[in-house]
Each structure stands twice: as structure tokens, then as C-alpha cells.
């Protein structure tokens, strides 16, 4: 099953640092981010996951929960953390999932089915494509998705800035310009037309261009 934007989110049980979850179940009504990552004691993963830790209460305020998920078995995982903590000041507070046995990589196309059925004896390298990023909303369809190398730390900062535009867009009829920080001017969706939006901003807007209509952000 191949995922793109708008496909439902596949749910899933897992093994995790917190207990057993049910994806959607732990999900609720709020959003949800679910990050990648190939292999337990890796670099550039250990600056990740404290830096997630780090935005926790952001990403708190905003119902959206968190999880991680790593190619090895729960206990690693457990062991894992304390290096975090030591590296970045940091302990992740939010579930990491167990997938040693590759199934839910596989699930959300990240690894092919003949990868086996075993994290043991694998590299990071050999599960490079486990680096996505999968933003989920309350409907539990993925809203977007995001790909990095193995060599690339993730702006979580970037993707907070990204659930704020999509939180303020699927409730208001309007988008968000390129590099657009909350409390900054946005644009009408195209799919109001010039009527609905004088009675919805009676105050106007400003249009550079008929198809591009500016206005403050919605409270």
C-alpha cells in the first residue's frame, strides 16, 4: 500500500518504552507525529530524539502526541535513553517503538517486504530509508510526510511551524506563504470566492495578483 497525503494512517499495536499502545487509540482526538529512525546508539538520531524531548510542551499545547520509532528491540530503546539524556540534556518522555521485527517499517512502506523479519545483524545503513516523518490529524489521515538522510538532523522546529500552519488552516478557509511564523499575514484559499470572502473579511485584503489575496491571520 502505497502512503501519500490524505491516506488513512495505518494503525498498528506496538511494544513501547511507556507499555503497549494502540496507535489510533493513543492518538485519541489530536494530532500526531510519528519520526523514524534506523538504528538505536546512532548520532545524528541521539541529537534528535532530545531535541523532540526538548519541544515536548510545545508540541503539548498543540494536542499533538508524539512518537518515535526505532528498528530495535524496547529494551535498547531503554538503554538508549540515558545517552540521550547525557548528550543533550534531554530525556525522551514520549513512547519509543519497538519494531525488531521490522513489521511496522514495512507497514508504512519504509523498509520492502524482503527485508526479513529480524532488526538482529542489521546496520543502520542497512535501514537507511528509516527517516520519515509521518504528521497525522485527528481524522487519522497522514497530512504530510517527510524523508531524510541518514547524514541530515530533522528541524523539529520547522515541523512544529508546520502543525501550527496546518491546525490554523484546517480551521479557517486560508493558507500559509513560504516561511510564514504564526501571527503573520495569510492567503485566502482559492477555493473562496471573492463574495464569501467580503462577507468573511469585511474589512478587504490585498491582492498583488487577482489570485493571491492577503490577510491577517485568523484569531
Known amino acids: 500500500m502505497s502512503l501519500r497525503i490524505g491516506s488513512k494512517a495505518p494503525d498498528f499495536e506496538a511494544d513501547t518504552t511507556v507499555g503497549k499502545i494502540k496507535f489510533h487509540d493513543f492518538l485519541g482526538d489530536g494530532w500526531g ?12 538520531c541521539t541529537t534528535e530524539l532530545g531535541a523532540v524531548a526538548k519541544l515536548k510542551s510545545e508540541f503539548d499545547k498543540r494536542n499533538v502526541k508524539v512518537l518515535g520509532l526505532s528498528i530495535d528491540p524496547v529494551d535498547d ?15 525522551p518522555d514520549y513512547p519509543l517503538i519497538g519494531d525488531h521485527d521490522l513489521k511496522i517499517a514495512k507497514l508504512y512502506n519504509m523498509l520492502p517486504e524482503e527485508s526479513g523479519d529480524s532488526a ?6 542497512d535501514n537507511a530509508t528509516v527517516r520519515t516523518v509521518y504528521i497525522v490529524g485527528p481524522d487519522k489521515q497522514i497530512k504530510a510526510q517527510l ?6 538532523g530533522r528541524n523539529f522546529d520547522e515541523i512544529l511551524r508546520m502543525v501550527d500552519s496546518m491546525q490554523l488552516t484546517a480551521k479557517h478557509k486560508v493558507a500559509t ?9 495569510v492567503i485566502i484559499a482559492g477555493s473562496v470566492s471573492d463574495d464569501e470572502a467580503k462577507q468573511k473579511y469585511p ?9 493571491l489575496r492577503i ?3 485568523p484569531k
Not at 507525529?33 to 545524528?44: E, G
Not at 538482529?120 to 545503513?125: D, T
Open 203 to 211: 474589512q478587504g485584503w490585498k491582492a498583488p495578483k487577482p489570485y
Open 77 to 91: 530503546h531503554k538503554r538508549w535513553v540515558g545517552d540521550i539524556k547525557d548528550v543533550t540534556g534531554y530525556l
Open 33 to 44: 507525529i510519528l519520526f523514524s529512525h534506523p538504528k538505536d546508539f546512532t548520532p545524528v
Open 120 to 125: 538482529k545483524g542489521r546496520s543502520a545503513a
Open 147 to 152: 524523508h531524510y538522510p541518514m547524514t541530515t
Open 177 to 185: 506563504p513560504a516561511d510564514w511564523q504564526p501571527g503573520q499575514d
Open 215 to 217: 490577510v491577517s491571520q
